[in-house]
Every structure is written in structure tokens, then in C-alpha cells.
């Protein structure tokens, strides 16, 4: 069966620090993937998405990046943390673009 | 672009009284609908979907009707519980778009 890893569970960064926050998937082979973040009162923001190795549409400009290394690992990161960066961090995958999406259990990071 | 609303929260209910959280969206094309769930701490996960008009999407006592000629995806159970506390989020997606969610409705059951 697919399984969906996130970690860290949890994360207090200081303004300024790098982040980088890994999600891998198991089970399935090319799976579209995506980071989601869910701030306070705002619902759930997409990030990126990644269709295959390589490949990153970015939704939302700022100061976060997303790589895809490996088929079935997706990479949030940050250079430099803001505290507007606070937020859990979702990632998801799917068979295709046109769909339901599976989730992982979340990261919640707090910028300091 | 596509777009969901849903109604604000919070909704705080009684056990076993009768749930409606609205849902209406905006979109080009013929998208599929979710209605997803998060409980307190966790990520999310999908409570039920339907992916044509008319369809009735079905799970856990909850339901949801494609309604297209409103452009509406309502999220209804008639008996709420204790453990259903949680925020739901409507989501669509449509052609080769991600998802797109609302902004979420927490409930609140007491007993």
C-alpha cells in the first residue's frame, strides 16, 4: 500500500535560519507531489507541485524553493526564514493532477 | 480562476443534531469535488467526493450532492457526534489543476 512520510512533526526556527522540511512517498512510482500551507485563517495555500524529477511549478512567490531529487521525495526549503513563514506545511501526492490527493501528517514550523 | 467559498466559521452543535457546512464554486470546465476532513494535530484527510453532476458522494453518515446548476457541493449529516469536532475543507480540481481548497469550517460537537 502508498504510505506518505513528512518530518519533521514539528519545528521552532529563529528568523533568518535555513529550513528545509523532506517529504517521501512509498508504494507508487511517479506520483505527482505537492507543497500545501495552512496558516492561521487562511485556509490552505498551494505552494508547489512537481509532476516529475525536476519538474517544480511554483504558485506563490516568496522566499521558499521546492526540489524533487529522487522520483518519490519532495523538498520544501528556505534560504532565510521570515516569520510570515509560520504555518503547518502539508505535503500530498497523487496518481494525477485530476483527482483526490493523499496527505501527510503535516510539519508545524514556528519562525521565532 | 477556479475558486471554492465556503461558509464561515466556527459551527458549534449539540450531539446528534443536523450538520449543513455550504460549499459553492467557481471553475471552467466539468471539476471533481472533495470534501476533506483534519482533526485537531493531523493532516488531511478525504471524507468523500463526487466527480460528475449529480453524484452523491457518501462516508461516515456524511453527503454531499454535485449540484451544478448552482455550482454547489453542500456537506450534510443528520446525527453529528462528539468525535466529528474537526475543520472540513471543500476542494475542487478541474482539467490538470491542483486542488483548490476553501478556506475550511471548523466544528465543534458538544455533548
Known amino acids: 500500500s502508498q504510505t506518505i512520510h513528512q518530518w519533521p512533526a514539528t519545528l521552532v526556527q529563529p528568523v533568518g535560519s535555513p529550513l528545509s522540511l523532506e517529504c517521501t512517498v512509498e508504494?507508487?512510482?511517479?506520483?505527482?507531489l505537492y507543497w500545501y500551507r495552512q496558516a492561521a485563517g487562511r485556509g490552505l495555500q498551494l505552494l508547489f507541485y512537481?509532476?516529475?524529477?525536476?519538474?517544480i511549478s511554483s504558485e506563490v512567490p516568496q522566499n521558499l524553493s521546492a526540489s524533487r531529487p529522487q522520483d518519490r521525495q519532495f523538498i520544501l526549503s528556505s534560504k532565510k526564514l521570515l516569520l510570515s513563514d509560520s504555518g503547518f506545511y502539508l505535503c500530498?501526492?497523487?496518481?494525477?493532477?485530476?483527482?483526490?490527493?493523499?496527505f501527510g501528517s503535516g510539519t508545524r514550523l514556528t519562525v521565532v | 480562476g477556479d475558486s471554492v467559498t465556503q461558509m464561515e466559521g466556527p459551527v458549534t452543535l449539540s450531539e446528534e443534531a443536523f450538520l449543513t457546512i455550504n460549499c459553492t464554486y467557481t471553475a471552467t470546465g466539468y471539476p471533481s469535488l472533495f470534501w476533506y476532513v483534519q482533526y485537531p494535530g493531523e493532516g488531511l484527510q478525504l471524507l468523500l467526493k463526487a466527480t460528475k453532476a449529480d453524484d452523491k458522494g457518501s462516508n461516515k453518515g456524511f453527503e454531499a450532492t454535485y449540484r451544478k446548476e448552482t455550482t454547489s457541493f453542500h456537506l450534510e449529516k443528520g446525527s453529528v457526534q462528539v468525535s466529528d469536532s474537526a475543520v472540513y475543507f471543500c476542494?475542487?480540481?478541474?482539467?490538470?489543476?491542483?486542488?483548490?481548497f476553501g478556506k475550511g469550517t471548523r466544528l465543534s460537537v458538544i455533548a
Open positions: 508504494g507508487t512510482s511517479n506520483p505527482n
Open positions: 500530498a501526492w497523487s496518481v494525477q493532477t485530476y483527482g483526490g490527493y493523499t
Open positions: 512537481s509532476v516529475g524529477i525536476g519538474q
Open positions: 476542494a475542487l480540481n478541474s482539467g490538470n489543476t491542483p486542488l483548490v
